[in-house]
């Protein structure tokens, strides 16, 4: 994954040094040998854990990526979707990579379409072995939502964008779809 640091993100790795290197000078100032290395640990753990906080804080408030025209369009022979858009930089810094999100949810079951046992089937120690109650195997469960994520845009400058178009199979099963979209920065 190909991550750019900015300014802020050198400035939290400075600040981070200056404290690992800070609490490393004092453990090795205690008289009592038994601490230093329970100390040292402790300002590593400490550091570690500042440093990765710091990079999710900086990524928030500095990358901002907007979606714009998002399409879609179901290509019926292929059992594909795609979704098409665009993708900006609406920050002040550029970004590395941008990941475009997509859930679909199938509203099949909540649209009325519900038929008699849809919900209940009986259970027993066949069901336990992961038998049928005819001895045959259970057939597999088809998910009733389904999530993409597709990296969209790479190195994007301060306001530029970058169109996208992205394909992948479509579930046969779903009847009536809520789609989610969503994009983020790395």
Do not use: C
């Amino acid at each position: 994954m190909s991550t750019l640091f900015n300014f802020w993100h050198y400035l939290a790795f400075s600040i981070g040094l200056l404290v690992f290197a800070g609490g490393i000078y004092l453990a090795l100032q205690q008289e009592k040998k038994g601490t230093v290395a329970a100390m040292i640990f402790s300002v590593t753990l400490v550091t570690l854990v500042m440093s990765g906080l710091s990079i999710a804080v900086v990524d928030k408030y500095t990358k901002e990526v907007k979606l714009y025209k998002l399409e879609n369009k179901r290509n019926l022979s292929t059992e594909q979707i795609s979704f098409s858009g665009l993708v900006r930089n609406e920050g002040n810094y550029e970004i590395g990579e941008v990941t475009f999100e997509i859930k679909l949810v199938n509203q099949g079951l909540s649209s009325g379409d519900v038929k008699a046992g849809t919900f209940y089937s009986p259970t027993g120690f066949m069901s336990f072995l992961g038998l049928t109650s005819d001895g045959s195997s259970k057939k597999e469960n088809k998910p009733q939502q389904v999530t993409h994520k597709f990296v969209v845009a790479t190195n994007l400058k301060p306001g530029h964008s970058q169109e996208f178009r992205v394909y992948f199979d479509y579930p046969p099963y779903f009847k009536s779809v809520a789609h989610f979209a969503k994009v983020y920065a790395h």
